[in-house]
């Protein structure tokens, strides 16, 4: 990996490494990490706290796309769930590498980083999460 690539991955660590937060007044954990807890307001400030998180979680609810944006075209049809993370947030994610049938509301599932999309007019490549299930 060259010093570019590796200097890139270490700057953007919320997105690729799944760190969130945690509130050090009440203990509530959110991602992405706020800047302050929407529940204790004033009270959280200056007591948040970085924390990693597992990447893991399991599916809430879950739709499947069969018309999707142009950029995405080639994957029609493929599942949207949300996931309910081991540590308490819920976030929106792409299943991928489950046949859809598989999917069920339940499903243990754990973050991977892909390509989300290519190309576009500016010709990038954008990466973040998406999930698998677990083994
Ligand atoms: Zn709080």
Sequence with gaps: MGEA???FWREIPQRYNFMGNKCGSC????????EAC???RRKS????????LTGKG?????????VGPEEFEEQVPYPIAIIKLEEG?????????????????????????RRI???????????????????
């Excluded at 203990?27 to 706020?34: D, L, N, Q, S």
């Excluded at 399991?58 to 069969?66: Q, R």
């Design 38 to 40: 929407p529940f204790c």
């Design 45 to 52: 400030m200056g007591k948040m706290q970085e924390v990693q």
């Design 89 to 113: 947030p819920q976030i929106t994610g792409q299943i991928v590498d489950c046949s859809i049938d598989d999917i069920h509301i339940g499903l243990k599932v754990e973050s991977t980083f």
């Design 27 to 34: 203990e509530r954990i959110f991602f992405p990490p706020r």
């Design 58 to 66: 399991e599916v809430v609810t879950y739709t499947i796309i069969h």
């Design 5 to 7: 690539v590796a200097r």
């Design 117 to 135: 999309q290519a190309e576009g007019y500016t010709g990038a490549i954008y990466y973040g999460y998406k999930f698998k299930k677990c083994e």
